[in-house]
């Protein structure tokens, strides 16, 4: 592990080839402060929500780990550079046009809806959320995926403050509703051919209504055509 300060203050962080299988939440906690992450030749199968707070990231590399698809809230980040391959990401299927490819819809267990309420102060019986003040002074209130206890978890992708339905704005953590499509563009930056993107919701159906991103594949010779069209020849 290797990491470097630039003279703006920001850290550059290379965790390359360590074995990691998951990022814990001590990692967002410099979410204003790293501005590269390398995280190539590891085990990460998943990336978790958190990815996308981290604000003042510019470099993100992925690559070699056994990533099947990439979370939503990257479209959160502005990077310049984004290395993803290779990675055993799911390709769509021939013909692929455009919604989603794969989707999935499940009921939220009992304790995942108590937990909930803690999480929302107007549902809550006291008017309080106490669930949402852990989180915001520690970004680690978590459901256990294996038991639906409430722990702290050593895996940011079941941290709380992180997974938030897109529709009704509420933390979840685990999803009523998933969606998975294939968009050109991550993160701001274009990507070879398309890549699976998934976005998570708190009850069945509150993705429906959800618009569609573009999945038509763009070129930068395309981009660098429709630039130089607009001068005269």
């Excluded at 006291?126 to 003040?133: D, I, K, L």
Aim: proline share 9%; with cysteine.
């Amino acid at each position: 592990m290797l990491w470097g300060a630039t003279r703006d203050t920001g850290i550059n962080l290379f965790l390359r080839q360590n074995l990691i299988t998951c990022l814990p939440p001590e990692l967002f906690a410099l979410s204003d402060r790293i501005t590269v992450l390398s995280l190539a030749k590891n085990r990460l199968e998943k990336l978790p929500a958190a990815i996308g707070y981290l604000h003042a990231l510019r470099e993100l590399n992925v690559a070699s780990n056994r990533l099947r698809t990439l979370p939503v809230e990257l479209d959160r980040l502005h990077l310049t550079t984004f290395s993803i391959e290779p990675n055993p990401l799911m390709r769509p299927p021939p013909e692929y046009d455009s919604g989603p490819v794969l989707e999935a819809q499940t009921l939220p267990t009992l304790k995942e809806y108590a937990f909930r309420v803690l999480l929302d102060p107007v549902r809550n019986a006291n008017g309080q959320s106490f669930a949402v003040s852990e989180v915001e002074r520690h970004g680690d209130v978590a459901v256990s995926p294996d038991d639906g206890d409430i722990l702290t978890p050593t895996d940011a992708q079941y941290c709380a403050a992180y997974n938030v339905c897109p529709t009704h704005k509420r933390h979840f953590i685990t999803p009523g509703h998933t969606v998975i499509e294939f968009r050109a563009r991550v993160a701001g930056c274009l990507v070879s051919g398309l890549v699976p993107v998934e976005i998570r919701g708190c009850l069945p159906g509150c993705l429906d209504n959800l618009p569609r991103v573009s999945t038509t594949v763009i070129s930068e010779r395309d981009e660098d055509d429709e630039f130089l069209a607009d001068f005269p020849s």
